[in-house]
Structure formats: structure tokens, C-alpha cells
């Protein structure tokens, strides 16, 4: 069992920052890939993310650039630094734990979080 806690969301303007966490417990963190999705209303899922457990990373096209995902395995916490933040970006966040397959999916993960809210107002 694996529980993920996001922390951080909130409202910030058009080209602003904001950074958010997602504390992680009851699994080797160190050993554990992650991921952070979003969902806007209305719409799916999407991929945001990803980091292994051994530093690589990749980001959604739409993100690259603005975003950086980043780890702590001291504190089992796992980091989202966004900045340049776009309306469009408003969503609620989720970091998710990998388990196999296509990094992409929402599929691939087998723990996810309660998510965090991130509005952007232009």
C-alpha cells in the first residue's frame, strides 16, 4: 500500500509560479518512478511528467520548458516547480507512483493521489 499526498495548488496569476509537492509513504521511494497528470473539467487525464527513480525525466511538450519536476528521497517527497503558469494550465493536480508499461498512461500507475488545485487567472 502506498499513500501520495499533493500539497501546494491554489491560485496564481498568468505568468506566475507556484510549486507542489506530493509527500509519499509505504514504499521504497528511492526505488519508485513518479509522475505528476492533470485534469482539467471536462477533459481527461493528461501527463504532465515523469521521473525515475534513477533522475531521468521527460515532460509533456506542453509543459517543457516551464516545468521541472524534481525529488527529495531523503524526505520521500517528490516536487513540481511551474512557472510561466498559463490559464490553460488550470487543473487539478496528481502525482501518480509507476508500476509498468507506457509512462504516458494513466494505466501505468498503480497509487495515486487526492490531487491539488491550480487555477490560473489571466
Known amino acids: 500500500q502506498v499513500q501520495l499526498v499533493e500539497s501546494g495548488g491554489g491560485l496564481a496569476q498568468a505568468g506566475g509560479s507556484l510549486r507542489l509537492s506530493c509527500a509519499a509513504s509505504g514504499r521504497t521511494f528511492s526505488t519508485t518512478s513518479m509522475a505528476w497528470f492533470r485534469q482539467a473539467p471536462g477533459k481527461e487525464r493528461e501527463f504532465v511528467g515523469f521521473?525515475?527513480?534513477?533522475?531521468?525525466?521527460f515532460y509533456a511538450d506542453s509543459v517543457k520548458g516551464r516545468f521541472t519536476i524534481s525529488r527529495d528521497n531523503t524526505k520521500n517527497t517528490m516536487h513540481l516547480q511551474m512557472s510561466g503558469l498559463k490559464p490553460e494550465d488550470t487543473a487539478v493536480y496528481y502525482c501518480a507512483a509507476y508500476a509498468s508499461g507506457n509512462v504516458y498512461s494513466t494505466n501505468s500507475y498503480d497509487y495515486w493521489g487526492q490531487g491539488t488545485q491550480v487555477t490560473v487567472s489571466s
Open positions: 521521473m525515475s527513480w534513477g533522475d531521468d525525466k
